[in-house]
């Protein structure tokens, strides 16, 4: 089985899940302590924040050095969303670096239109947002120190501590700027139509018209990996739904496909060999491929409409 993303799978599971409203853009780095050349531990002094209840999770294990984007959630101690709360991050190398941050996060919604949500997205569990930081430069592999500050609706601080990124710790994962391998994915044709058997979607979506293999280095590629109705991490329904309401768009610009996660989509018989290709040890994932064959970008976890509608314009631009 996939190892689960951090503390936010298990969360998942089990959340109420938020109103999963509109997506609202991040705060102001000024409403937030300020970094200003010190330690993490003289940023939590200095602030006044007070500890949190409440638990911050992140929604990707994997980053690698350099610029990342960082998905995470925030929920209450009985695993309910919080979607009520501005939160900024705060990065550094070990407990004598300079921080990075503020770092505001936004909050991106997982709804999509009502034509496009499957019952696995809309199900009891199911995430409805996700926070994310857009740019974090994490510019040494490693384990780092990571803290939020929470503002909620009267403007009280407060701090969370999150589990310790390691940069560099899944070096085999594509990379932005790398070929992905030559995979082969089931298509409509190959399973004479019957979509469940390469799909656990329900219903199924139509992003299995084409074999990555034939047309990667011929036309713009969206490729998800996830198992809406095996998730680990609670997010995959969501994300395949937002997946096929941009594809609905973008088609014929680009080719979108959806991979599944484990054979004959059963979770005792393993990974598939598509995802054991990729190394992904999380799901799910969504990678963008150029007409040259070459990855431009890359989304751990979940987003929403406008984050994957805003990374098309790396493959789709104009």
Same mark, same amino acid.
């Given at each position: ?57 992140? !929604? ?35 407990? &004598? ?30 995430? &409805? ?6 740019? =974090?430069?994490?510019? &040494? ?5 990571? +803290? !939020? ?23 085999? +994962? ?35 018209? +084409? ?28 994300? =395949? ?34 995802? &054991? ?24 976890? !979940? ?12 493959? =789709?631009?104009?």
């Amino acid at each position: 089985m996939l190892a689960l993303a951090a503390l936010v799978a298990a969360l998942l599971a089990g959340c109420g899940g938020g109103s999963g409203g509109e997506t609202r853009p991040a705060p102001q780095p000024k409403e937030f302590p300020q970094a200003q050349g010190k330690t993490m531990s003289q940023i939590l002094h200095e602030s006044g924040a007070v500890p949190s209840h409440l638990v911050v999770a992140p !929604a990707s294990e994997v980053f690698d050095k350099g610029v990342e984007r960082y998905p995470f959630g925030v929920f209450t101690p009985g695993q309910e969303q919080v979607e009520d709360v501005e939160v900024a991050l705060y990065f550094a190398k070990d407990g &004598k670096s300079k921080v990075i941050g503020p770092l505001p996060a936004k909050l991106e919604t997982l709804q999509t239109k009502p034509a496009y949500r499957s019952q696995n997205g809309a199900g009891p569990g199911e995430a &409805k947002s996700i926070y994310v930081v857009p740019k =974090v430069n994490f510019d &040494k592999e490693g384990a780092w120190l990571a +803290v !939020a500050m929470l503002k909620g609706p009267g403007g009280k601080l407060e701090a969370s501590r999150i589990p310790s990124p390691v940069i560099g710790q899944f070096p085999k +994962v594509p990379k932005v700027g790398e070929r992905p391998p030559r995979i082969t994915t089931l298509t409509a044709a190959d399973v004479g139509g019957d979509l469940e058997k390469i799909d656990t979607r329900i219903p199924p979506d139509q992003m299995h018209k +084409v074999d990555f293999a034939e047309v990667l280095g011929k036309k713009p590629i969206v490729l998800v990996f996830a198992t809406p109705a095996l998730c680990q991490s609670r997010v995959c329904g969501p994300v =395949v739904d937002v997946a096929q309401q941009v594809a609905d768009k973008y088609e014929p610009k680009a080719d979108f496909i959806h991979q599944e996660v484990y054979v004959n989509n059963e979770i005792s018989k393993g990974l598939r060999p598509q995802l &054991k290709a990729f190394h992904l040890p999380t799901e799910p994932w969504t990678y963008l491929i150029g007409k040259e064959g070459v990855i431009k970008a890359r989304l751990s976890g !979940a987003y929403g409409v406008d984050e994957l509608e805003e990374a098309m314009q790396t493959i =789709v631009p104009g």
